[in-house]
């Protein structure tokens, strides 16, 4: 059955997911349209249908009936799907509201805001929103630094969902939006012919297929169904991906053995119930997913955390319940991500970076910097040599605030000499002036040490076991140490020069969406080595984690691999085993292992039916990068065009017709699963926000 929605003079959109992401575009459309309404003038006729099998708002990811101890790794005062809103009613408060500026002037909001941050929401209890008892207490219990539960970020987002729904209502021109509980498995362009698409760079065929050059869209629904829609918008979110012939080759090994292999997942689809009280787990991963993992089977097993009185980095005490397993988790640097710092900023506000600016690279950049594109840059080159810079100086000047005696000829003479060698011009090369810094410090703080925030990341690097008790030993007491840093915030100097970088993080996303970083060196630089490095220093999960894990390691119920571990499967024995060359003669065994991860975001490597059948189509292709031997080889997202981000197709023409949003647009941005920061500018925390009103408006406008 076929559903055929609008009429001759109706613009019909289909927005394919409901998660954050595709609330976001809906709450831009009826504010646009609201606005415009407000402002006496006219729009055409919209209708609005999203179509996802879960409810909108929170979609898949953000579903309110996931474990509560399941938590964000954002606190309250940072995440929003909607701008600012500039006044509040005058009710009860917690604590007062800070100064609200409203939504940067770029984003278009009517005088009846329609959606909110998620700091609003809290400062508000959620006033208006469908929330059950339990849901209040915890709003009530969050402050500004809390890290909510996710299933209470959910909350939100459904609440955003059904305002725009209500305030829809009220606007003539707009029919929806239309929930539609299915999946989407395929897209075909049928009927009559489209405006021209815009042509971009060519790229030999993803597949062949169908004719997508004229005509409207066909959307096939798993439930047999079918829409049809002038528009369609691809806000998918996390989608499952195919598994690499070794986890494949270890799946079917498992199901002979009578063992437990969970592949790359999202932690909320996990039944915990299925592994054995009292035996190893093997755990790949010790990022956000690990957390997870971790809490829902100690907590979750009817475990406690009892509160010591003693300080930072040993605060809890674990009380096992006897129905635990045993994890035994490996990573890369053999720790998992460094704790979030307390503080009540996003960057740190003592962070300001003073070598590396956007003006100083794209400056670089105009002038024909030597990115392998014209126009652009090279990341090592020319943005990580000043970002250096301000890493450093911050280390120090936060140092020297808090331990001056180890400065005995001066803090403030070392730090007027330091920062005159940091003046020294950008081409001179990282080793050079690292180097003269390294002087400096010899002659005036020799007890201070030269600092590099490579060696945070890897704290083991150098460092070797002979035997599983001397590295359990320094596992815990990096997690003590920490545990401890973090609670110090901005008095900490290691903490203060993570939040230097992290700071250059946010301007690299910037200047790699705009283009101003070489596709190349994006690939191989940004994602292949920094990346990495500032993942694992500055998103890590809140410091409670970190004091839970040190609670669990000194309990037993957690062992801690040593770095660069390998993981192989003992036919004969049927049982997984882990090991690390970093720790002498420690092998680790287990019938159950677990890859903490979530999916692949590659289009290439996806499983979902719908994406699949848009590449096979030509409807779509994977972004085509240019490798250092000319290669050309597929991104890990789609390939798009323009600010509304148009899909291209395997002919290299960019339709008109579907627009695509979030995950998938990793190839053209960096940092795609962040949320949008609340009060953000377009161009910077705001960036999820402005793609989503870049699309609404191009909606509005055709």
């Known amino acids: 059955m076929e559903q055929g929605v609008g009429t001759e003079n109706v613009t019909t959109v289909v927005v394919i997911g409901a998660g954050p992401r595709g609330t976001s575009l809906v709450e831009r459309l009826v504010s646009r349209i609201a606005a415009t309404q407000e402002a006496g003038e006219s729009t055409r006729p919209l209708n609005v249908i999203v179509v996802d099998p879960h409810r909108p708002g929170s979609g898949h990811v953000w579903s309110r009936d996931q474990n509560r101890d399941f938590l964000m790794n954002t606190p309250s005062f940072y995440p929003t799907v909607a701008p600012e809103r500039s006044t509040l009613p005058d009710r009860d408060r917690p604590e007062p509201l800070e100064e609200n500026t409203g939504a940067p002037p770029e984003f278009v909001v009517p005088s009846e805001a329609i959606g909110l941050t998620f700091e609003q929401f809290r400062l508000l209890h959620g006033d208006g929103a469908d929330l059950s008892g339990t849901e209040r207490a915890e709003l009530t219990s969050l402050t500004r630094g809390s890290y909510p539960p996710r299933a209470l970020y959910g909350a939100y987002l459904e609440h955003v969902w059904d305002r725009c729904v209500q305030r829809a209502r009220r606007l003539p021109m707009l029919d929806g939006p239309h929930h539609v509980p299915a999946t989407a498995v395929a897209i075909e362009r049928v009927g009559a012919p489209a405006a021209p698409g815009v042509p971009v760079a060519p790229a030999p065929p993803v597949g062949g297929g169908?004719?997508?050059?004229?005509?409207?869209?066909?959307?096939?629904?798993?439930?047999?169904?079918?829409?049809?829609?002038?528009?369609?918008?691809?806000?998918?979110?996390?989608?499952?991906?195919?598994?690499?012939?070794?986890?494949?080759?270890?799946?079917?090994?498992?199901?002979?053995?009578?063992?437990?292999?969970?592949?790359?997942?999202?932690?909320?689809?996990?039944?915990?119930?299925?592994?054995?009280?009292?035996?190893?787990?093997?755990?790949?991963?010790?990022?956000?997913?690990?957390?997870?993992?971790?809490?829902?089977?100690t907590k979750g097993r009817g475990g406690r955390f009892e509160e010591t009185g003693t300080g930072a980095g040993r605060a809890l005490n674990y009380v096992a319940s006897g129905r635990e397993p045993i994890l035994v988790a490996g990573s890369r640097r053999g720790t998992p991500y460094l704790a979030k710092s307390v503080a009540d900023a996003f960057v740190p506000r003592g962070v300001h970076l003073r070598h590396l600016s956007y003006e100083r690279v794209t400056g670089a950049a105009r002038k024909g910097a030597s990115g392998r594109i014209p126009g652009s840059v090279d990341f090592e080159r020319h943005v990580w040599p000043l970002l250096q810079r301000d890493v450093v100086e911050h280390y120090y000047r936060t140092l020297a605030a808090t331990s001056p005696e180890l400065f005995p000829s001066g803090a403030d003479r070392f730090l007027d000499e330091l920062a005159q060698l940091l003046e020294e011009p950008a081409d001179i090369g990282d080793e050079v002036w690292s180097v003269r810094v390294k002087d400096l410090l010899r002659q005036a703080a020799p007890e201070a040490g030269w600092f590099d925030i490579a060696d945070l990341a890897r704290p083991f690097r150098h460092v070797g076991h002979t035997s599983e008790e001397g590295h359990a030993a320094a596992v815990l007491d990096w997690l003590e140490r920490d545990a401890a840093q973090a609670q110090l915030g901005e008095d900490c100097p290691e903490r203060q020069a993570i939040?230097?970088?992290?700071?250059?993080?946010?301007?690299?996303?910037?200047?790699?969406?705009?283009?101003?970083?070489?596709?190349?060196?994006?690939?191989?630089?940004?994602?292949?080595?920094?990346?990495?490095?500032?993942?694992?220093?500055?998103?890590?999960?809140?410091?409670?984690?970190?004091?839970?894990?040190?609670?669990?390691?000194?309990?037993?119920?957690?062992?801690?691999?040593?770095?660069?571990?390998?993981?192989?499967?003992?036919?004969?024995?049927?049982?997984?085993?882990?090991?690390?060359?970093?720790?002498?003669?420690?092998?680790?065994?287990?019938?159950?292992?677990?890859?903490?991860?979530?999916?692949?975001?590659?289009?290439?490597?996806?499983?979902?039916?719908?994406?699949?059948?848009?590449?096979?189509?030509?409807?779509?292709?994977?972004?085509?990068?240019?490798?250092?031997?000319?290669?050309?080889?597929?991104?890990?997202?789609?390939?798009?065009?323009?600010?509304?981000?148009?899909?291209?197709?395997?002919?290299?023409?960019?339709?008109?017709?579907?627009?695509?949003?979030?995950?998938?647009?990793?190839?053209?941005?960096?940092?795609?699963?962040?949320?949008?920061?609340?009060?953000?500018?377009?161009?910077?925390?705001?960036?999820?926000?402005?793609?989503?009103?870049?699309?609404?408006?191009?909606?509005?406008?055709?």
């Open 499 to 702: 939040g230097a970088l992290h700071a250059g993080r946010l301007l690299t996303k910037r200047l790699v969406a705009e283009g101003y970083i070489d596709e190349t060196s994006v690939a191989l630089q940004v994602r292949g080595r920094f990346e990495p490095l500032v993942e694992g220093l500055a998103s890590g999960a809140p410091v409670q984690r970190t004091e839970e894990l040190a609670a669990l390691v000194r309990a037993g119920v957690v062992r801690v691999l040593g770095p660069e571990p390998t993981y192989t499967f003992d036919d004969a024995a049927g049982r997984f085993v882990g090991s690390s060359p970093w720790v002498q003669g420690v092998e680790e065994t287990g019938r159950w292992m677990v890859e903490a991860m979530m999916p692949a975001n590659r289009v290439a490597v996806t499983a979902s039916p719908l994406l699949r059948d848009v590449l096979a189509s030509g409807l779509g292709r994977p972004h085509p990068r240019t490798t250092t031997d000319g290669e050309i080889v597929p991104g890990s997202g789609f390939d798009v065009a323009g600010e509304d981000h148009r899909l291209v197709g395997s002919d290299g023409v960019a339709c008109d017709g579907v627009h695509v949003l979030g995950l998938q647009l990793s190839s053209v941005q960096w940092g795609t699963a962040i949320a949008a920061e609340a009060g953000g500018g377009p161009d910077d925390g705001g960036r999820t926000l402005a793609d989503a009103d870049a699309v609404a408006a191009a909606l509005l406008n055709r």
């Open 210 to 297: 169908r004719d997508h050059t004229v005509g409207q869209y066909r959307i096939q629904l798993d439930d047999g169904r079918a829409l049809h829609a002038d528009h369609v918008v691809l806000a998918v979110g996390h989608v499952p991906a195919r598994l690499t012939p070794e986890q494949e080759a270890v799946g079917r090994a498992v199901v002979e053995a009578g063992c437990g292999y969970v592949p790359p997942h999202v932690p909320a689809d996990l039944d915990h119930d299925r592994f054995p009280d009292g035996e190893e787990v093997l755990v790949r991963g010790m990022g956000l997913n690990f957390f997870d993992l971790m809490i829902a089977l």
